[in-house]
């Protein structure tokens, strides 16, 4: 898992390791692109609420904590899942940080594969030094009367090397001298981390609790779209009309000092121009190479979760699909986002409320607002949480003519129609509506008979 994880890293840092510089392989880092959109749609105009009924008088410490800790950060978040197969979720003593699976350690799990105990790992560099902090979090033992026992141990380390742990030190030695080597939490019922895990089947380690990267199984293709594509890119780029003149005009331009232009180059030696100066232009094969980057795009297309031919290399043309034919044609592109949707809010397996990452982030955010006294115990878990995401197969334009017509069949009225799709308040959706009414009713009244007597 270690050498996965450091693999998929590499990728996404744009450090592949079929990169060939000498043979002008490059990276277009697409992986990157791919989660970007996945993640995009995932978290498109998310929303989520806590309960004001329910929450009490930590309700807006708990909505400002959550917007700040995930909302702001939620295109990011999910990004990093794709990519990496999964984010550590950690309160750091101010609010919650993720880390990426080369900043954690899992040294318990359960029957589940749910993680229980983990080290957590943070850096930084001073001088020549290089510091380490391990803050390891687990359940160990129960007090008399049966309550949970969790600890927090951190301890510092020091080295002249970047990729060593070094010697331990005391935390007093860095900048970690206000954290305690040891905390003692009585009571607690789940960790004070969440781990968001891809919901791809780790066939990489099957007993390992990490996730696995959306692209585990698209590195050979990737790796081929690179290749095209630099493939062409060299084309192009070596693609400029050459002229060939006799050895002798480039010397006689040398020695008089002349300036050669680059498309300018002198016949091999041995071999004799027939006429003073020959042109060549090579032929590309562009469409070819096209057609090829199109095929590695759709494979990539269905192995990431979208459907093929979600992603087409096509500069001039785009289609855009209407929301049924959203549904016929990109179902497998909704279920994935549906699947990844419901990794952060689902229902209860039991039936019982609704589950899922965001309701983890909210525990932790409770529990540590309750231990560092900001908010009272007797708030403590009284909270709803509302999830709300857009709907991906929705159009703007199928909709609005929609609602038109249920309006000019009278199922609708015009002040509605008017606030839900131009945007007005309700009072000036009202006087909009009624300033046209009465100018149709002047119009009606002067247009008369066909003689005016009417």
Known sequence: MENAIQKWMNIAAGRPPWIREKEFIRTISFSNTMARELAGLVTQNID?????????????????????????KAQDIMEKVIRYGGIMAKWNGKSIEYL?????????????GHITAALFYSYYTEGRKYYTRAEW??????????????????????????????????LSRAKWRDIQPETRIEGLE???????????????????????????????????????MSTLGVETEQSKPTMFVDEDTIMFARNAGIEIPDFIMGLRRGVKAENTVQQWTPALQTQARIDGINFYLSILSYKAGFDPGYFVFNGQ????????????????????????????????????????????????????????GTTAPGDYGNYELYCDFADITANEQEDKMFDYQ??????????????????????????????AAEEQKKLNKNQGGLFGEE
């Not at 990109?330 to 952060?344: A, G």
Request: aromatic share 8%.
């Open 48 to 72: 989520i609420k806590l309960d004001t009924a329910y929450a009490g008088g930590n309700a807006p410490f708990l909505q400002a904590a959550l917007d700040s800790s995930f909302l702001e």
């Open 100 to 112: 990426t699976p080369d900043r954690f350690a899992v040294t318990e799990a359960d029957g589940d």
């Open 137 to 170: 979090h687990r359940f160990e033992g129960a007090t008399e009367d049966g309550q949970s026992v969790y600890k927090i141990s951190n301890k510092a380390f020091v080295s002249d090397t970047e990729d060593t742990l070094g010697s331990e030190v005391p």
């Open 190 to 228: 789940r960790p004070l981390f969440a781990y968001l895990k891809n919901q791809y089947s780790n066939v990489i380690d099957p007993d390992s609790p990490l996730g696995v990267s959306s692209f585990a199984e698209c590195t050979e293709e990737l790796r081929w779209l690179d290749i095209a």
């Open 317 to 372: 043309s785009i289609s855009i699909a209407t929301a049924t034919q959203v549904e016929a044609t990109e179902r497998r592109t909704v279920n994935t986002v549906l699947s990844y949707r419901n990794l952060l809010d689902r229902p209860n397996s039991n039936g019982d409320g609704r589950t899922g990452f965001v309701h983890e982030i909210v525990h932790i955010i409770d529990t540590m607002a309750v231990m560092s």
């Open 406 to 435: 249920l309006a000019n069949a009278g199922y609708m009225s015009k002040a509605r129609f008017l606030v839900r799709r131009l945007g007005l308040t309700e009072d000036e959706a009202l006087a909009m509506v009624a300033e």
